[in-house]
């Protein structure tokens, strides 16, 4: 699964957690599938960095 891929994923989640909390009434499974975002966009900002950062050179 690519980066961008799972960047879509992340978002989506997101979006469905943003939902829960701003719409009075939303389904609870919202929040719960939406936490799911967060270890998605940080594993992503560590791959970045390990594959960015200074230490190859």
């Not at 989506?12 to 939902?19: C, E, K, P, R, V």
């Amino acid at each position: 699964m690519s980066a961008t891929l799972l960047k879509f994923f992340a978002l989506f989640f997101m979006t469905l957690d943003h939902i829960y909390d701003y719409f009075p009434g939303s389904p609870l499974f919202f929040k719960w599938i939406g936490r799911i975002s967060a270890p998605i966009f940080l594993f992503l900002s560590c791959e970045s960095y390990r594959h960015t950062s200074a230490l190859y050179c």
